[in-house]
């Protein structure tokens, strides 16, 4: 490629997170922007097919950035796959019920004490938080708190610990700003629904939820436990959010896949190698974190790279879009 272009993506894109510097600020110039990487990767054959890599925010945060080849070549295929089908009933129902304790338990039952009351007095904090972290965009389109709230952790004392934890890392202010326009994923497979293509999904409900619910005990504490400890700090102003959402579409809007946020987001587990914990937990954490990557990232793009041969060589003469999470 050519020289200044290299230099101009490697000092865009390689800059630290905290740096004030805005990819995607207005000054940005959309010709500087096809310089950078794309999600799009080509399957060579004729027709040609695709893999895109999405990612799980709204997408008019991104929508403006994703290069018009990109656009294309989604709208040229004639079969669009995800990893889940969003728009199935019988996935959001399925995920519903594989995220609940066995019948008759609930949370008080399972948490030790001191857990159970940190977790309860943290939800009565937000709840109590949410209609001053709405935006009067949310407001104007008719989302209220009390809704939003039930919407997400209504439910929480049936959830099973892990997500209950999964839960409360996306119940902050920054995440719940971004609630109620469609993430990135969701959109595109309306949109595949809309222009009547025919669509699939690589993946069933039961594959990426068992493994979640897979962590042992001492783990799923260990990990709530981190979470809560974090979310108390956050309350108590002594900490900054060390991933945000923020963080995610910058580099999303960049090209930059290489970044670690990317991993964070692909297995939508937050990471707790946190180097001021004592060694004993840097252990644990440690576990939870090769646990995550062996069972939702390397397991799952085994199977998923076999089922997408699998379509193509049954599909010699179609044309196929897989989107699927960019890390
Ligand atoms: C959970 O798994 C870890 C790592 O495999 C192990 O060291 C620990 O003893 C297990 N705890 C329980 C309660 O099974
Ligand atoms: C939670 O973590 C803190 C700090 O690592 C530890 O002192 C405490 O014992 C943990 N609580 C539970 C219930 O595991
Ligand atoms: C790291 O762990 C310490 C002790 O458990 C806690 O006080 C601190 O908030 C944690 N930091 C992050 C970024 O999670």
Known sequence: CVLWRCVIKDYLCHLPVASLFQCNSPNFLISQQTDLNSFLWTIKRDPPSYFYGTIHVPYTRVWDFIPENSKQAFQESNIVYFELDLTDPYTISALT???LLPQGKNLQDVL????????????????????????????????????LFNAIAGNWERKRPVWVMLMVNSLTEADIKTRGVPVLDLYLAQEAERMKKRTGAVEKVEEQCHPLNGLNFSQVIFALNQTLLQQESLRAG?????????????????????SIIFNHDTSQVPNFNNVTLP?????????????????????????????????????????????????
């Open 97 to 99: 019920s594989c995220q």
């Open 112 to 147: 030790p004490r001191d857990i159970y009351r940190r977790l309860k007095r943290h939800l009565e904090y937000v709840k109590l938080m949410m209609p001053s972290w709405m935006t009067p965009d949310q407001r104007g389109k008719g989302l209220y708190a009390d809704y």
């Open 238 to 258: 002594s900490l900054q959010v060390p991933y945000t959402t923020e963080d995610l579409i910058r580099h999303y809007n960049c090209g930059d896949l290489n």
């Open 279 to 327: 060694p004993s937990e840097q252990v644990t954490a440690q576990e939870i974190d090769s646990y995550f990557r062996q069972e939702l990232i390397y397991k799952r793009n085994e199977r998923m790279g076999k089922r997408v041969k699998a379509l193509l060589e049954e599909h010699p003469d179609k044309s196929f879009f897989f989107a699927f999470g960019a890390g």
